[in-house]
């Protein structure tokens, strides 16, 4: 199935105020990210020298007193604008089902959030923490307060204080007003029409439907921020979380585990990052201030546990999003992830099980060659070219191929049996294994397994298209090995 994003949503995700580092799939995806021209944004000299620690001061219970930049600020009609924007934004994210809702992990996050906020409340800003539904490891401030955290991101992280970094971060965006700053600035305006003009050359349908979206509030998002700006927020987020007694090692790492992912990360130099603080200077930053900070301190707050807890059900919700987009590593690993916080889970290894089926003719984690620069240019062009299917079939024409779809199938058909050990009722794998015997024309046991999923679960969001496809299956046979004439979105 396609999922069709608007690209200057695509675009909005790719990029992170903070934290991206985004990994194209190992095939044809069905985001339509593809980066217009590069924009003159990188004019931004670096700053000469750091700046000092203290842009905030400490204030009571434990909180940062705002930096005197906030405090100074005053709206102008101009900022009275963006607001609105961000506003809409908001309503808009919600309309279009992108945020997401899981009871157990908003609470978590708001509480998460507000304990990392100011003392003080900025004028016009309402703080709220949710989470988009984007594979994308990013998240992004609006200056109105709404800080979204991509499930993405949620699924990479470990624990609290890699989280707390991330949103430490993007609260300093806010309340700085660098929105608002960046927004007054002349230069950026141009840089605004750069991108509409860009955009436009990519698809110049969306640019209507995004007319009244695409406004400054998206394109620092987009950009981030200068450099300068991106690093007051990593400053101001270490002292928040050396404040809140988290493990700034974690901060640090946290900033490693963004580019480490499954997929092969096909991305170049990203076009937006051009003057964002390299990763790898972050990552010094952190570590340095960690051991200046709390080279002697014991103790110190990491929150795995609370952590996995809250996140199981967005980190599941996350791999089944890599399966529709055809991202079956990022799948696996997180099944994997599951597995080991949950060994007898059964939907766990169902999961698991979807995942090795949609790898296909792929190998769980890419090889030597498939990380070489030659092949991720050809892995580019393909993804221009080819849909998922199509790429699968020309993998499938090699023996490599073959042999990797058998291992495959063999390890998805393991876990769903392990999933039916545990709970013969198990919904999920049995339809899961009824793709895959259909996939090894084995149409009769398929066949059955459809049958019993539907018989458990009668009610699921799919339950309609599976009996279609059942019933398509029953009227190319009798004869085995006749062809469906229909396929769910969920067969690799
Ligand atoms: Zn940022």
Same mark, same amino acid.
């Given at each position: 199935?396609?999922?069709?994003?608007?690209?200057?949503?695509?675009?909005?995700?790719?990029?992170?105020?903070?934290?991206?580092?985004?990994?194209?799939?190992?095939?044809?995806?069905?985001?339509?990210?593809?980066?217009?021209?590069?924009?003159?944004?990188?004019?931004?000299?670096?700053?000469?020298?750091?700046?000092?620690?203290?842009?905030?001061?400490?204030?009571?219970?434990?909180?940062?007193?705002?930096?005197?930049?906030?405090?100074?600020?005053?709206?102008?009609?101009?900022?009275?604008?963006?607001?609105?924007?961000?506003?809409?934004?908001?309503?808009?994210?919600?309309?279009?089902?992108?945020?997401?809702?899981?009871?157990?992990?908003?609470?978590?996050?708001?509480?998460?959030?507000?304990?990392?906020?100011?003392?003080?409340?900025?004028?016009?800003?309402?703080?709220?923490?949710?989470?988009?539904?984007?594979?994308?490891?990013?998240?992004?401030?609006?200056?109105?307060?709404?800080?979204?955290?991509?499930?993405?991101?949620?699924?990479?992280?470990?624990?609290?204080?890699?989280?707390?970094?991330?949103?430490?971060?993007?609260?300093?965006?806010?309340?700085?007003?660098?929105?608002?700053?960046?927004?007054?600035?002349?230069?950026?305006?141009?840089?605004?029409?750069?991108?509409?003009?860009?955009?436009?050359?990519?698809?110049?349908?969306?640019?209507?439907?995004?007319?009244?979206?695409?406004?400054?509030?998206?394109?620092?998002?987009?950009?981030?921020?200068?450099?300068?700006?991106?690093?007051?927020?990593?400053?101001?987020?270490?002292?928040?979380?050396?404040?809140?007694?988290?493990?700034?090692?974690?901060?640090?790492?946290?900033?490693?585990?963004?580019?480490?992912?499954?997929?092969?990360?096909?991305?170049?130099?990203?076009?937006?990052?051009?003057?964002?603080?390299?990763?790898?200077?972050?990552?010094?930053?952190?570590?340095?201030?960690?051991?200046?900070?709390?080279?002697?301190?014991?103790?110190?707050?990491?929150?795995?546990?609370?952590?996995?807890?809250?996140?199981?059900?967005?980190?599941?919700?996350?791999?089944?999003?890599?399966?529709?987009?055809?991202?079956?590593?990022? @799948?696996?690993?997180? =099944?994997?992830?599951? /597995?080991?916080?949950?060994?007898?889970?059964?939907?766990?290894? #169902? %999961? $698991?099980? !979807?995942?090795?089926?949609?790898?296909?003719?792929?190998?769980?984690?890419?090889?030597?060659?498939?990380?070489?620069?030659? @092949?991720?240019?050809? =892995?580019?062009?393909? /993804?221009?070219?080819?849909?998922?299917?199509?790429?699968?079939? #020309? %993998? $499938?024409? !090699?023996?490599?191929?073959?042999?990797?779809?058998?291992?495959?199938?063999?390890?998805?058909?393991?876990?769903?049996?392990? @999933?039916?050990?545990?709970?013969?009722?198990?919904?999920?794998?049995?339809?899961?294994?009824?793709?895959?015997?259909?996939?090894?024309?084995?149409?009769?046991?398929?066949?059955?397994?459809?049958?019993?999923?539907?018989?458990?679960?009668?009610?699921?969001?799919? @339950?309609?298209?599976?009996?279609?496809?059942?019933?398509?299956?029953?009227?190319?046979?009798?004869?085995?090995?006749?062809?469906?004439?229909?396929?769910?979105?969920?067969?690799?």
């Amino acid at each position: 199935m396609k999922i069709q994003l608007p690209l200057w949503l695509a675009l909005l995700f790719l990029s992170c105020a903070s934290v991206a580092q985004t990994a194209a799939p190992e095939a044809p995806a069905a985001s339509t990210a593809q980066q217009p021209a590069q924009p003159a944004v990188s004019q931004d000299a670096p700053p000469t020298e750091t700046p000092t620690l203290p842009t905030a001061t400490q204030g009571t219970a434990g909180k940062l007193e705002p930096p005197q930049r906030a405090e100074d600020f005053k709206f102008t009609k101009i900022d009275l604008e963006l607001l609105k924007q961000a506003n809409d934004l908001d309503a808009y994210l919600q309309e279009k089902g992108w945020a997401y809702h899981d009871a157990e992990t908003n609470a978590y996050l708001e509480k998460l959030g507000s304990s990392l906020v100011p003392a003080q409340t900025p004028e016009n800003v309402v703080w709220r923490f949710r989470v988009v539904r984007d594979l994308e490891v990013n998240a992004f401030a609006l200056p109105n307060g709404s800080i979204y955290v991509n499930s993405g991101l949620l699924a990479r992280m470990e624990n609290e204080a890699q989280v707390a970094g991330v949103l430490a971060h993007e609260i300093t965006h806010v309340v700085n007003r660098h929105s608002y700053l960046e927004n007054r600035s002349k230069r950026k305006k141009m840089v605004a029409v750069n991108i509409i003009v860009a955009v436009g050359s990519v698809n110049s349908g969306i640019v209507g439907a995004m007319s009244s979206l695409l406004s400054m509030i998206v394109v620092s998002t987009i950009f981030g921020y200068s450099r300068e700006l991106e690093h007051e927020a990593d400053v101001y987020a270490v002292n928040t979380l050396q404040l809140q007694g988290y493990d700034l090692r974690e901060f640090s790492r946290g900033f490693e585990l963004l580019r480490k992912g499954p997929e092969v990360d096909l991305s170049k130099e990203p076009v937006f990052w051009a003057n964002h603080p390299k990763l790898a200077d972050r990552v010094q930053y952190v570590s340095t201030m960690a051991a200046q900070l709390q080279g002697n301190a014991t103790s110190l707050r990491v929150g795995e546990g609370p952590y996995r807890a809250a996140t199981k059900s967005v980190i599941r919700h996350n791999a089944g999003l890599a399966l529709m987009l055809g991202r079956p590593r990022t @799948a696996a690993a997180t =099944a994997q992830r599951l /597995i080991a916080e949950e060994p007898n889970n059964a939907d766990n290894f #169902a %999961l $698991l099980g !979807d995942a090795y089926r949609s790898l296909g003719p792929r190998l769980p984690v890419p090889d030597d060659e498939e990380l070489t620069d030659h @092949a991720k240019n050809e =892995a580019r062009k393909r /993804i221009q070219k080819m849909t998922l299917v199509e790429y699968d079939k #020309a %993998l $499938l024409a !090699d023996t490599h191929g073959v042999e990797r779809w058998e291992a495959n199938a063999g390890r998805s058909e393991d876990a769903y049996r392990r @999933a039916l050990e545990m709970d013969p009722n198990n919904a999920p794998s049995h339809r899961g294994l009824g793709f895959l015997y259909e996939r090894q024309d084995r149409r009769t046991p398929a066949a059955e397994e459809f049958k019993k999923y539907l018989e458990l679960a009668p009610a699921a969001k799919d @339950a309609r298209q599976v009996k279609l496809h059942l019933e398509s299956m029953e009227n190319a046979v009798p004869g085995i090995g006749a062809t469906p004439a229909g396929t769910p979105a969920n067969k690799p």
